[in-house]
């Protein structure tokens, strides 16, 4: 059968039980979604190479190469061969797979897994052989039954010494051909085992690696280490190491964080002590740092800590920041809360969801909305409908989730284009009422005007008029749409991601019809955010970009309102 190209997780391992098989297809098992078995072996009838593609509960396919004969067997023949070989010594490399390398397996073998009967693991033990066993296989047959139930029974995968006999408890099965050797501690320190597959090391480099290991747990705030175990490949010149570190915290989810990622670090940093003490090199393959029973591998940590900014809804009004893994339940969450909101009669501008935490959630908002309501009562209706459904969320992430922070900033849109607005109104209808009260003597006038003086001056004059009045209108809408402006500038600038809106200038010049407008805006970069920064990729060319259209738009729309024609004369962006 064809196998993704990747190193065995165990190579040459002897098993001569079906306990030890069992305990071996178990420990890959942990390590993946399914496993990959090359076997080696031998009966009166002849010499046998079998190969064997499984997932977590059952065998998917299997081939057997008849070494004398050359001939080729496939699906239950092959499986009658395997199951006739097992309690017997056979030699056996182990592959794990992960989800997408069994499926790509099974899709490369198709013609193996149609004709294989899918055969539940526990099943594979418990089934006894059909050709004929030899006598020592029938004497070892008690124990290889009593070793294939501890296997089933999820104890196979642990750190101890198998043994191939029957005791009154079952007792965890080694998954090496060495028996794993405890390094000799005192009473009260935590345990250190040593798991050696295909040559020895001394065992001093090895207590050396967990001394140092256990110094720099001591540094860590509330860590308590329990037990480190080595399982050890030993190849030409190097071994090919999983290290796996038990222990429990009294500190916060912040401190096991900070310890989960120190330990992995000091496992990488204290590993060139093998080469110092024993002349091998060091190459680590696997880690687990397990803190009161919760396991975290490196690349989890990074993939976990990986927070995602942008925008859940497409006009760009609502965004959030929250790490990748649960990006589309906090985004369910701030659409169903600004539709609740809204409904309370608060109409949202701008709402930006900053959700801090991994293991415990805390939600951080800010507002830009539009309402006649009170501030305070604005406060208390948003931090009740986050509060509720934080706790429903809660309860279905099964995480504790927190309001930590609401900052809201109004804007009365309705209020400012209605005094604006309302003098100009009335002042108008009284200069139309006027005109129409003396429209007859006026005409009468402007004829006598117009024989008096010439065409060209009364127009003038008219003009002039007709300009300054224009000018006085046009003042008295610039005001308030400047003012506007600033507060929504100001507004929107707070919500930029990735940076601290410090402080704004801005200042405008009135020439002719036209406002010209000069911006100048304080920033502080954010630099937080994942074990290497999420922001680090960043450039500030990219967020200066990101501000100038936030005030572009902004002042399209301020001019928009109050029918102004505003025009950004100069941008200058500070980011420290």
Same mark, same amino acid.
């Given at each position: ?24 297809? =178990? ?87 149609? =004709? #294989? ?27 290889? %039954? ?20 029957? #005791? ?16 000799? !501690? ?112 490196? =690349? ?87 509060? %509720? ?12 989730? #927190? ?6 900033? #109004? ?60 000018? !006085?209108?046009?003042?008295? %809408? ?35 019809? !036209? ?62």
């Amino acid at each position: 059968m064809q196998l993704p190209d990747k190193g065995p997780f165990m190579e040459n391992v002897v098993a001569t039980s079906a306990g030890e098989l069992g305990a071996l297809i =178990q420990k890959a098992l942990s390590q993946g979604n399914g496993a990959f078995l090359k076997i080696f072996a031998r009966s009166a009838e002849g010499k046998y190479y079998i190969t064997v593609l499984l997932d977590r509960s059952k065998v998917l396919a299997a081939e057997c190469l008849v070494v004398d004969t050359k001939q080729n067997l496939s699906g239950e023949e092959a499986i009658r061969v395997l199951k006739s070989s097992i309690g017997k010594p056979m030699v056996v490399d182990v592959y794990t797979l992960d989800e997408l390398e069994l499926k790509l397996s099974v899709a490369d073998n198709i013609d193996a897994y149609t =004709q #294989t009967p899918k055969v539940p693991l526990d099943e594979l033990f418990k089934v006894p052989s059909e050709g004929p066993p030899s006598a020592p296989a029938k004497r070892e047959e008690p124990a290889e %039954r009593g070793a294939a139930m501890a296997a089933t029974a999820g104890a196979a995968v642990t750190s101890q010494a198998a043994t191939q006999q029957t #005791t009154p408890e079952p007792q965890p099965l080694a998954v090496e051909a060495e028996k794993p050797k405890p390094a000799s !501690t005192p009473a009260g320190k935590p345990e250190v085992v040593v798991n050696l597959t295909g040559g020895s090391i001394p065992e001093k480099a090895f207590q050396v690696y967990a001394e140092d290991l256990l110094k720099e747990a001591k540094r860590i705030k509330g860590l308590t280490i329990n037990r480190i175990e080595f399982d050890a490949n030993v190849g030409e010149g190097v071994v090919y190491l999983n290290v796996h570190i038990y222990g429990n915290s009294t500190g916060d989810s912040r401190d096991i964080e900070v310890a989960e990622k120190r330990m992995l670090h000091a496992v990488s940093k204290y590993a060139p002590v093998l080469l110092r003490e024993a002349e091998i090199k060091p190459i680590i393959r696997d880690v687990g740092i397990i803190i009161d029973g919760q396991e975290l591998k490196p =690349q989890e940590i990074v993939d976990r800590d990986k927070k995602k900014t942008g925008n859940v809804t497409k006009d760009g009004r609502i965004s959030l920041s929250v790490l990748e893994d649960v990006w589309p339940y906090f985004s369910a969450y701030a659409r169903t809360v600004v539709t609740e909101i809204e409904s309370a009669g608060i109409k949202i501008d701008k709402a930006h969801f900053d959700i801090r935490g991994r293991k415990e959630f805390e939600i951080n908002l800010s507002l830009v909305v539009e309402t006649s309501m009170a501030r305070d009562s604005v406060y208390r209706v948003v931090k009740d409908i986050l509060g %509720r459904h934080a706790r429903e969320l809660g309860r279905s992430l099964k995480r504790y989730i #927190t309001v930590h922070n609401i900052e809201i900033e #109004t804007v009365s849109k309705a209020a400012v284009s209605g005094s604006a607005a309302a003098p100009v109104a009335v002042e108008t209808s009284g200069k139309a009422a006027e005109i129409i009260a003396k429209k007859e003597l006026l005409e009468k006038e402007v004829e006598q005007l117009l024989k008096q003086a010439g065409i060209d001056e009364l127009s003038a004059l008219t003009e002039e008029k007709k300009k300054e009045s224009e000018e !006085t209108m046009l003042k008295s %809408r610039i005001e308030p749409a400047v003012e506007t402006l600033k507060n929504r500038v100001h507004a929107e600038l707070k919500l930029v991601p990735r940076v601290t809106f410090k402080w704004l200038k801005l200042n405008h010049e009135i020439k002719g019809s !036209t406002v010209y407008v000069d911006i100048e805006a304080s920033f502080l970069r954010e630099n937080v955010g994942g074990l290497f920064g999420s922001f680090s990729g960043v450039s500030d060319e990219k967020i200066k970009q990101d501000i100038a259209a936030t005030v572009q738009r902004v002042i399209k729309d301020v001019s928009r309102e109050y029918g102004i024609s505003i025009n950004m004369r100069r941008l200058n962006i500070v980011i420290r």
